[in-house]
């Protein structure tokens, strides 16, 4: 298991994310798993928050099937999913598994901006594999030309109603790197 980390920490508050940011329940309490994001623009991060896997599901059903398709080729296509997470399980840090984008391996002190996501069980351990990992500006960018622009708005007005804090304009939102 990974020792605890501010990556994976609220930057907010310093602590471990408690809530799903759509159904407002408390993660533990309700038995699935769920996924912390987080989106870094110069140095500093403009969003955060955990969502618990149905909400996430019930998000993601509204989209198309292009769309879905399209991330998955993304995935399949750009990052060697093997080669990567037998790279992650001989170095444990988050530290180095956050040092590149997982995608175009371009090292983080050279981006602008990236994206990081990490999913963590029903009782709040994380999961290792693939994840977690971090994803460069460019990248997040390219995924998000090959949605629909359906999907990608039904995404960022889903963050929208439920985000208490900036970014205040639909635009700023990254648009779903996993659907």
């Known amino acids: ?8 920490m609220s930057d907010e508050t310093g602590e471990p994310f408690r809530h799903c940011v759509y159904c407002r ?3 533990l309490e309700i038995d699935a798993p769920w996924l912390v994001t987080k ?7 403009i969003l955060e928050y955990a969502v618990c896997k149905p909400c996430r599901a019930a998000v993601s059903d509204g989209f198309s099937e292009e769309s879905k398709a399209a991330v998955r080729s993304f995935l399949e296509t750009r990052i060697d999913s093997a080669a990567r997470t037998a790279e992650f399980m001989m170095d444990p840090t988050l530290e180095t598994r956050m040092g590149s984008c997982i995608a175009c391996r371009t090292p983080r002190s050279q981006m ?4 990081i996501s990490a999913l963590f069980d029903s ?9 977690p990992l971090l994803l460069c500006e460019n990248c997040t960018r390219e995924l998000s030309t090959r949605l629909s622009p359906d999907s990608v708005v039904k995404w960022r007005t889903a963050l929208m109603q439920h985000l ?3 970014p205040n304009n639909i635009e700023d939102l990254p ?5």
């Open 175 to 179: 648009g779903p790197g996993y659907l």
């Open 25 to 27: 329940l408390p993660l």
């Open 112 to 115: 602008h901006g990236f994206g």
């Open 123 to 131: 009782g709040g351990y994380l999961v290792e594999g693939l994840l």
């Open 39 to 45: 989106e870094y623009r110069m140095g500093e991060c």
């Open 1 to 8: 298991m990974l020792t605890p980390s501010p990556w994976l």
């Open 164 to 166: 208490d804090g900036p």
